[in-house]
T-cell receptor, first 110, second 112 residues
Framework: GENVEQHPSTLSVQEGDSAVIKCTYS??????FPWYKQELGKGPQLIID?????GEKKDQRIAVTLNKTAKHFSLHITETQPEDSAVYFC?????????FGAGTRLTVKP | DVKVTQSSRYLVKRTGEKVFLECVQD?????MFWYRQDPGLGLRLIYF???????EKGDIPEGYSVSREKKERFSLILESASTNQTSMYLC???????????FGPGTRLTVT
């Protein structure tokens, strides 16, 4: 089955800096790659996603890149703000089989 | 907006008790999922359902069962709770395949 590895497990940045979280997956048939943000006391919420026919997608300060050949994808957050502090999960999916990474706790220091 | 609600935010149960966790979604989604979330392990799938009265085992179904009598409601049952089932439980729903999953707020279950 699919295996998703996520790094780093914790990340601390200064406000205004960029943050990058990386994930690798094992199943070459995976074709949907969402990123979720989980704030304290809440369920995960989708922040951006990418499908396997696209290499990069951007939405304001966040972007995701996908390298299908290498089977890895990354989340980039620019101009980080304290409200970006949360746990971020990557996932890889085909059909309804979605596998999650272990999560990255991002702390943005003011 | 899609709304997924879970019956309890916090629950404390004793070892051996039968525990029901309920999840309701209001968007007529076909697919519903139960995950447990543990530090360092991410989200692990317990059970999922594609339709009413239909269920499929996920990666860690042992010690759990599920029920889906109505399309909008998916229940997770711990037949005899054990301390190693202390965890955060998350319900999710989605329409169709290969789409965003919408999550509920989670139930933090403590078994003593």
């Amino acid at each position: 089955g699919e295996n998703v590895e996520q790094h780093p497990s914790t990340l601390s940045v200064q406000e205004g800096d960029s943050a990058v979280i990386k994930c690798t997956y094992s199943d070459s048939a995976s074709n949907y790659f969402p990123w979720y943000k989980q704030e304290l006391g809440k369920g995960p919420q989708l922040i951006i996603d990418i499908r396997s026919n696209v290499g990069e997608k951007k939405d304001q300060r966040i972007a995701v890149t996908l390298n299908k050949t290498a089977k890895h994808f990354s989340l980039h957050i620019t101009e980080t703000q304290p409200e970006d502090s949360a746990v971020y999960f990557c996932a890889a999916s085909r059909a309804n089989d979605m596998r999650f990474g272990a999560g990255t706790r991002l702390t943005v220091k003011p | 907006d899609v709304k997924v609600t879970q019956s309890s935010r916090y629950l404390v149960k004793r070892t051996g008790e039968k525990v029901f966790l309920e999840c309701v979604q209001d968007m007529d989604h076909e697919n519903m999922f139960w995950y447990r979330q543990d530090p360092g392990l991410g989200l692990r799938l317990i059970y999922f359902s594609y339709d009413v009265k239909m269920k499929e085992k996920g990666d860690i179904p042992e010690g759990y069962s599920v029920s889906r009598e109505k399309k909008e409601r998916f229940s997770l049952i711990l037949e005899s709770a054990s301390t190693n089932q202390t965890s955060m439980y998350l319900c999710a729903s989605t329409q169709g395949k290969v789409y965003e999953q919408y999550f509920g707020p989670g139930t933090r279950l403590t078994v003593t």
